[in-house]
């Protein structure tokens, strides 16, 4: 139960209950019952192909028969290697029927990555796109005998296309010849069309139960490799259900699957949630602004999660007015803050809201969500169905008061179970307060008065200059606010005299360059920001790094710079 004395219920939207009433089944059985309920309805619409609800349990089931086939029993680890296309749904759903578990990999991974992706789990198959299969190959080789992989299976991009894309359903040539690619298949590998071709059904009925591990997403952490999140049917039910309530979906949205769905928001949103609640997913297998802005004329889509820069570079499209965008009716995303003036300009000239939220591959995707009716801008929400969350010193874990900085710590029914192979790390990402257990997110942030959340930084991201804390994300929110910037990000720099001080790695606005010069953006936020906030350093650079889930590598921008 949510304490009663949390301000946020007062805010709390009135159509939503405080807590949700789980289903006690599993992921498996949701999709049997919306292909049942739906099964004429599409599932997928990939760049001008559909795949139906009914196809899609069939496909899975088939597959489910192959994976039985090679091996794969109840609880072995199957890990999917590939971008958004209706691959991903079917191999997931196909996992699911086995009884097995799956490992979400980022495609962005390369060969001396992608082996911990295998010993780690004990990865039994992998289902890969065709242009990732020689990484899969070559990283499994290099591993002892005892630890490979007892079967590797791999799918073009272009097995589920339209032999020929209606023009404005295709992607720029580059991207479309990348999918149509057919690249030398690795010695031993199975075809997906062969396997599929195979006709094979799953060996006995699911046995699975709520409880079984199902999911096994990694995460990096502040050290070592990164470590596997253990996710039962049980907590992945509730943000399943929570996400169709909170934002108004049903089996009539339409959504843009563009996050990635390696990424547990991409996951969530776009082969959980989406298929409980049986709505149609517009499949993006990566991003492209100019697709989506047609994508979503095209299809109507009601729905799309996203990330902020995916917005930010939509509105840098010269042809962005020419998109029709009247259908969306919910607009939400997380991984950064939206800057105000992107906010602004989205509600001024679309009537849009953005509805931020919040929550970690441990949570599930979001433990907080602003809702629609009661949006805060540059806010990760409230807790949301059945979370309880506070602020603690990241010292003494003492709750501290409203407005104080701290870490923040969650509890909920969609927490995770655990680090997989770590338990002293499972032990020390757990406090107990007052009887209920809470993790600790390792973010630093801040309550309001309202009980609506604000993200600092990350617990080991902030700058010391001259012993003034400063706090990256906020300064790169005031940055937004320069006419000039359309990126930023903001990293510590050693300093003779302050210890550290502030640098801004910045990608100017395409009519900005040549200009507006560095200078003048420092003088800018001198105008605009508390003096040991604003930027001494500023460096223009064409792009920033950004991960598979298009977040801005923050870090790697910060160990560059600590070498220099």
Sequence with gaps: MIPAQRPHLKHWPRRLPLELTVPE?????????????????????FLGQALRYAELKAQAETLAGWLQARGVRKGDRVALFMQNCPQFLVAFYA????????????????????????????????????????????????????????????????????????????????????????????????RWADAMAAGLRPQAPPTATADDLVLLPYTSGTTGLPKGCMHTHRTLMPNAIGGALW?????ESISLAVVPMFHITGMMYGVIGSVMAGLTMVLLPRWDRELAGRLISHYKV????????????????????????????????????????????????????????????????????????????????????????????????????????GEIITSGPMVFQGYWKHPDATVAA?????????????????????GYFFLTDRLKRMINASGFKV????????????????EACVIASKDEYRGETVKAMVVLRADAKGRVSEQDVIAWAREHMAAYKAPRIVQFVDALPKSGSGKVMWRLLQEAESRA
């Excluded at 089944?25 to 997928?44: D, G, I, M």
């Excluded at 042809?319 to 001024?348: C, I, N, T, W």
């Excluded at 009887?435 to 630093?444: A, I, P």
């Excluded at 790169?476 to 359309?486: D, I, M, Q, S, T």
């Design 247 to 251: 934002g108004h979906a049903s089996a």
């Design 471 to 486: 706090w990256p994300s906020e300064v790169e929110l005031l940055l937004y606010g320069h006419p000039a910037v359309a």
């Design 430 to 450: 757990f406090v107990e307060k007052d009887g209920r257990r809470y993790f600790r997110t390792g973010d630093l942030g801040r309550m309001d008065e309202d």
């Design 25 to 45: 089944t599993t992921l498996w059985f949701n999709l049997e019952v919306t292909a049942a309920r739906y099964p004429h309805k599409v599932a997928t619409w």
């Design 95 to 190: 996992v699911m029927r086995a009884d097995a578990v799956v490992v979400p990999v980022n495609p962005m991974n390369r060969v001396d990555e992608f082996g911990h992706y295998i010993t780690d789990p004990e990865t039994k198959v992998v289902i890969c796109a065709a242009d990732l299969a020689g990484i899969v190959a070559e990283a499994n080789q290099r591993l002892p005998e005892s630890q490979r992989l007892a079967a590797l299976l791999v799918t073009r991009y272009a097995e589920t296309l339209p032999e020929v894309l209606e023009p404005g359903l295709a992607p720029q040539p580059a991207i479309e010849q990348w999918l149509r690619a057919d690249p030398p298949l690795p010695a031993g590998a199975t």
């Design 302 to 405: 009601t729905h799309w999660t996203c990330i902020p820069t995916m917005i930010i570079d939509l509105f840098a499209s010269p042809h962005y007015k020419s998109f029709d965008l009247s259908s969306l009716v919910y607009l939400s995303g997380g991984g950064a803050a939206m800057p105000e003036a992107v906010a602004q300009r989205l509600l001024d000239e679309f009537g849009l809201s953005f509805a931020e939220g919040y929550g970690l591959t441990e949570t599930a995707a979001p433990s907080h969500a602003n809702p629609p009716e009661r949006a805060k801008l540059q806010c990760l929400g409230m807790p949301i169905f059945g979370v309880d969350s506070l602020v603690v010193d990241p010292e003494t874990l003492e709750e501290l008061p409203v407005g104080e900085v």
